[in-house]
């Protein structure tokens, strides 16, 4: 774990702050007025994903990052929108139980699909 610095601080409150789940170029743009470094916002933010501080979200437009872990993803395939989805725990806990894995540790679960604005247009 590395240790809390003030631009490990910076980049954490500014996730806290987002909802767009912004791409590591956001993050850079956002924190660039802070004084802090691009190679230092890359190198904080893979060291936040392995501290499991945020989430990491892979989709095909690219990788985002989500300081919320209560909750999984929606993705549109059309307008590249992530949607919050929350689903009942006991949902994701039956399935670990009928699937009879053991020792799970992290669940990256991303729906794909095209958003309900983009049907409408």
Do not use: W
Request: charged share 30%; proline share 2%; hydrophobic share 30%.
């Amino acid at each position: 774990m590395e240790r809390n610095t003030v631009q490990r601080q910076e980049i954490i409150e500014v996730l806290k702050n987002s909802y767009n789940h912004p791409t590591i170029r956001e993050l850079y743009e956002l924190v660039s007025d802070k004084n802090i470094g691009q190679a230092t916002v890359y190198r904080t933010v893979n060291s936040l994903v392995s501290d499991d501080i945020i989430r990491r979200i892979d989709t095909p437009n690219g990788i985002h990052y989500d300081y919320r872990k209560d909750h999984y993803h929606y993705y549109c395939l059309k307008c590249n929108k992530i949607i919050d989805v929350f689903l009942d725990n006991n949902l994701i806990d039956n399935i670990l139980l009928t699937s009879n894995l053991k020792d799970v540790r992290h669940i990256n679960l991303v729906f794909e699909g095209i958003c309900d604005s983009c049907k409408e247009k």
